[in-house]
RNA sequence: GUGGGGGUAGCUCAGCCGGCAGAGCACCGGGUUGUGGCCCCGGAGGCCGCGGGUUCGAAUCCCGUCCCUCACCCCA
């Protein structure tokens, strides 16, 4: 005891940039991950999940070495037996692997697959950035058709629509291995005979990942990004001909967009296709999803080309936009027991509740008939029952609804029936 | 990795021209020998982030340090 108290207190608290999530705020996320999911399964996305870890080279490999994800954002340890592991700071790769891994191309394609779950990626947090975020994604593989592109995308909208999110979808198309290396250079060129123009940065960016460069929003560079040259001006027939359809499916489906030639997104993988979901109101950390179409990614990882197409969101950063995910209505009944003879009485009537079905809970303090009266109040139940000295000698019990206020006697024998029917009423229980 | 703001009760914060550590909300109890919310009364709850310095005296001034937060880069 005396050796316990010169022990340093430990630091009780949640690493940076994680965060422990509480019961209110649990419960709505777990609403909002429900909804996703059923909405994934009405498309006929199937849940896939691999692992939290992967052996570094799936992320080095298919992210792409030159990635800030890849060169400074990876929580990588190494294995007992030396091996490089990282945790996973995206899902598409390790899906990928997995494909790869068990031939899924044989199970007949398309494949659709759904996954949720936590990723970690080490970066400074601030708002919407955490070190460990969950994401709800999907990957629609082994589709190049814009048939498919436009199908994520419109169940990425249908998603936020069903929240009454706001999100504005903004797409790209950043060519394919035919158009792209051509443009890279042509940019990487003209941004050559510009560089006084710009910021350190992007001087630096220029030379591995210029693409990069039109994404800066530094003042300095935004003279010389307007001027460059512009991916759609240098797109290869078959990607302008599969953006030109991808943009009438959606107009056809009545998916509303913004063309955004200098949206980039930070991962090699993406041919074609990007797009984000945006909250204009959300502040710096904007993008509430986001996606693209990945034709090289399954090769890449040793599998056969696989031209395929997914989204990923971000769990935190929606929940922060405000999602609409249903009211919290009243629900169970909180038995209230008055005397010691009582409480014998409403442990074994609570257990019988929850035996049928009905969430039910009691007193485990031993307090007042005032007090438990205030804590069913407090934790949301709709009914109240209560064991008295009156009841216990009459063979019935009070029921009384905290919503409504009204009281009555119910004869023991028709409790469970009564009660099952009130909350019916009260949809839903607790 | 770079910059700004901030660490005082469970939460949100006041106190900061040094002089007894406060408010609101939340929590517990009472007002109602067995009845929630509203109201009234009371109670509990603090290494004033940590370490050092100045001073008779530091939450307050100085130095260091850790942490949180917002923003940049980048990203969900």
Partial sequence: M??????????ARAPKGTMDILPPESAKRRKLV???????????????????FEHTEVFARGIGEGTDIVQKEMFTFLDKGGRSLTLRPEATAGVARAFVQHRLDTRGLPAKFYYQGPMFRHERPQAGRLRQFSQLGVE???????????EVIALCAAFFASLGVKAE???????????????VETLRAYLEENREGLCEDCRRRMVDNPLRVLDCKVDKCSSVIERAPEIRDHLCSGCVEHQAMLERLLAAAGVSFRR???????????TRTVFEFQDPELGAKNA?????????????????????VGFSIGLERVMLAGPDVGDDRRGGIYVIAIGEAARM????LAQGLRGAGVCADLDHLGRSPKAQMREADREGFRLVAILGEEELAGGFVTLRDLEGGWQERL????????????????????
């Avoid at 005396?2 to 630091?11: A, C, L, V, W, Y």
């Avoid at 629609?140 to 436009?150: C, F, I, N, T």
């Avoid at 979808?169 to 443009?183: F, H, K, T």
């Fill in 2 to 11: 005396r050796e316990e108290e010169k022990r340093p207190r430990i630091e």
């Fill in 34 to 52: 429900e909804k996703a999911t059923s909405l994934f399964n009405a498309y006929g996305y199937r849940e896939i999940e691999t692992p939290a």
């Fill in 140 to 150: 629609l593989m082994g589709s190049p058709l814009p048939v498919a592109d436009g």
């Fill in 169 to 183: 979808l903004v797409i790209n198309s950043v060519g394919d291995q035919e158009c792209r290396p051509a443009y």
């Fill in 260 to 270: 955004d030639g200098r949206l980039v997104r930070g991962l090699d993988y993406y």
């Fill in 288 to 308: 509430l999803a986001a996606g693209g179409r990945y034709d090289h990614l399954v090769e890449e990882l040793g599998g056969k080309p696989t031209p395929s």
């Fill in 345 to 348: 009485k409403a442990f074994t």
């Fill in 411 to 430: 004869e023991e024998s028709r409790f469970l029936e009564a009660v099952e029917e009130r909350l019916r009423y009260a949809s839903g229980g607790a």
